[in-house]
């Protein structure tokens, strides 16, 4: 199959789960580019798609500034980590960051957004699983840090990511996100990948982040 083809089918599955699940075909897909070059991404950036995921601020700087004069529109993510010394860059390439997950990035972000006159749209990434090796917020933080954030930070944080553990049935930590994002009082979730953007879509995902089922493999 080509990239075309396998962004159509990976659209009309979500279109499916979604009528299955008596919602509007309305999430968002996030189609994730990293380690995939301009060449790899074109095909789907001609077909009219303008929502996209990096995991590195160094990586997407390399090939998006460029393509963002080809095509007006587009809304890029930051999906990976983020380092407060790279900040900056981040705000100034991105329009979305979605792993907020501690009070210094908080801060680091909220300096740069003023020092550069911008507003992103921010997603606080929970740690569903209480993975010590991956990054996130502890679920019963979130609400307190949501409201640091948006308070005393006067942030913009929309809504709660979160990366389920690989070898665990992820229903219960979408379910559980869905749960935190209504006591933080945010509408959005980002939650689902490839190998489970269907599931997420079921239990409510605002945004899906598909990389390699649109792209082929790293």
């Not at 460029?66 to 705000?91: M, T, Y």
């Not at 792993?99 to 997603?123: F, H, N, P, S």
């Not at 992820?170 to 869905?178: D, E, S, Y």
Request: aromatic fraction near 6%.
């Amino acid at each position: 199959m080509t990239v075309l083809e396998r962004f159509a089918e990976i659209k009309a599955r979500m279109a499916k789960v979604a009528k299955e699940a008596g919602r509007a075909d309305d999430t968002t897909l996030v189609a994730v580019t990293k380690t995939f070059g301009a060449e790899d991404i074109l095909p789907v950036l001609e077909a009219g798609h303008r929502v996209y995921g990096e995991n590195r601020v160094q990586e997407a700087e390399g090939k998006w500034p460029a393509l963002r004069e080809r095509f007006p529109g587009l809304e890029l993510h930051l999906i990976g980590p983020l380092q407060s010394n790279k900040a900056a860059d981040a705000v100034a390439l991105f329009d979305v960051i979605e792993t907020v997950d501690r009070e210094k990035i908080a801060r680091a972000l909220k300096a740069e957004m003023d020092k550069q006159g911008k507003r992103l749209k921010l997603y606080v990434q929970v740690n569903t699983g209480l993975e010590p090796q991956k990054a996130g917020i502890a679920p019963d933080e979130t609400a307190r840090f949501v409201g640091l954030c948006r308070d005393e930070l006067g942030l913009d944080i929309v809504g709660l990511m979160c990366i389920p553990p690989a070898e665990e049935n992820p229903g219960p930590h979408f379910a559980l996100l869905r749960k935190l994002a209504r006591e933080s009082d945010v509408a959005k979730l980002s939650m689902g990948m490839s190998s489970d953007f269907e599931t997420a879509i079921g239990f409510g995902a605002t945004s899906v982040r598909v990389g390699s089922a649109i792209f082929g493999s790293r």
